[in-house]
């Protein structure tokens, strides 16, 4: 496959006036079969799983139901049952607070650079329970000490929770040690893979992890479709996030008793075409596979580094190796608020975020109070990035520098 073979896929980058788009840390484009997939299951098998008897019921639950086996697969889950499907990573990684049993006393271990989805359940937990909530800080390049790892997590913690890949920095946490730690001092391990899934192979039976949440929107999904995975024991340890319809086994005026997991977390109608189309798109990843994506990723941010490097004023936070990054370049121009930056890119129909990326601890780390971030994926070019280059060039000059 080429990069033209794959563009020809997606709606978006046939039309004349394609953009330039940089947003994909944000989202992602869907390619035309994600978009087909979802279609079809209204058009065709349109129903509500689990609930009827009828034959159209039944296959609105079997394509409900291959989805998650196929979410599994994808992953590298070895049980199904540990796909409950969600509206997103952010709702996931709260269900995931929910089913922690911490008490005063405790220590709740994140790191400094989370996303706010993956730093407020916590910080909740922590102030409901009397926890304490500890950082683990990073390098000047964002990456974690060993000795913050052994330092940090302690046999006070009962959790520890990070991204797999930060969504400022780009750089991949060492999963495998923190993971290894917390296990040494029986901590729960929560994952936040929103950054990882579309990028780079993601075995959770490897890597072990008790938790592990995603969203599909990041990964040429449809929005409001999300997972967390979870190890069976957890999940039928645990408490239902929310009540209601299909999640229940019986229910009398005085009490209920719930149903097996997964369902026991899927209260109330489903996202069942979310579902479909999630499952697309892991089939879609697959046929690309992943050494392509990393290649390509790896081209276009290399050139961006460089030629970024290139522009007087512009700073690039995270690592100085371009493969580090996962397609991730978050920078500042001097004397140009990230917001002015991003529109005048706007202007040349390029898309780029600008703010503080919903991690603002981190901002507060690194002495900044916002930035933009280019992020690009698999399906952009160098000619994207060329374009890219030559206006963020005449930022400045536009702004009257």
């Known amino acids: 496959m080429t990069v033209s073979e794959l563009r020809e896929g997606f709606e978006l980058f046939r039309r004349d006036d394609a953009p330039v788009y940089f947003d994909n840390s944000a989202t992602t484009q869907r390619p035309d079969v994600v978009l087909r997939a979802v279609s079809d299951f209204y058009v065709k098998s349109n129903a509500n799983p689990l609930r009827g008897l009828y034959d159209l019921a039944a296959e609105a639950t079997s394509m409900y139901e291959n989805a998650r086996g196929r979410v599994s697969s994808f992953i590298g889950s070895k049980d199904p049952s540990g796909i409950v499907f969600t509206r997103n990573a952010t709702e996931s ?142 999940l039928e340890r645990a408490e239902p996030f929310l009540l209601g319809g299909e999640m229940i086994e019986y229910v009398t005026r005085e009490d209920a008793t719930f149903a097996e997991v997964p369902h026991k977390f899927e209260a109330g109608t489903v996202n069942a075409g979310g579902a479909v189309g999630l499952a697309k798109a892991c089939d879609f990843i697959s046929d690309m596979g992943f050494d392509f994506i990393r290649v390509q990723e790896d081209l276009i941010t290399s050139y961006l580094m460089e030629e970024m490097g290139r522009i007087p004023g512009v700073t690039i936070y995270g690592p100085s190796d371009p493969c580090e990054h996962h397609g991730i370049i978050s920078f500042n121009l001097k004397d140009c608020h990230p917001h002015d930056v991003a529109s005048i890119l706007n202007e040349d129909g390029i898309c780029v975020r600008a703010g503080h990326h919903c991690a603002q601890p981190l901002m507060q780390y690194m002495g900044i109070g916002s930035c933009v971030r280019a992020s690009v994926y698999a399906y952009n070019t160098i000619g994207e990035a060329e374009t890219f280059v030559d206006s963020l060039s005449r930022v400045r000059k536009v702004m009257g520098y």
Request: aromatic share 4%; with cysteine; charged share 25%.
């Open 93 to 234: 990684l709260n269900i995931a607070a929910s089913m922690m049993e911490v008490k005063e006393g405790d220590s709740i271990v994140i790191t400094v650079s989370e996303h706010h989805s993956n730093l407020l359940p916590w910080q909740r937990l922590a102030k409901r329970t009397g926890a304490e909530l500890v950082f683990l800080e990073p390098d000047g390049e964002g990456r974690i000490p060993p000795e913050e790892i052994r330092n940090k997590i302690t046999g006070k913690t009962a959790v520890v929770a990070f991204a797999q890949v930060s969504n400022v920095w780009g750089v991949e946490n060492p999963v495998k040690e923190l993971i290894g730690r917390a296990k040494e001092v029986g901590a729960v391990t929560v994952v936040d893979g929103a950054q990882a899934v579309a990028h780079t192979k993601v075995d959770v039976s490897d890597l072990d992890c008790d938790l592990y949440a995603f969203s599909g929107h990041k990964m040429l999904a449809p929005m409001g479709i999300g997972v967390l995975y979870g190890k069976r024991a957890i």
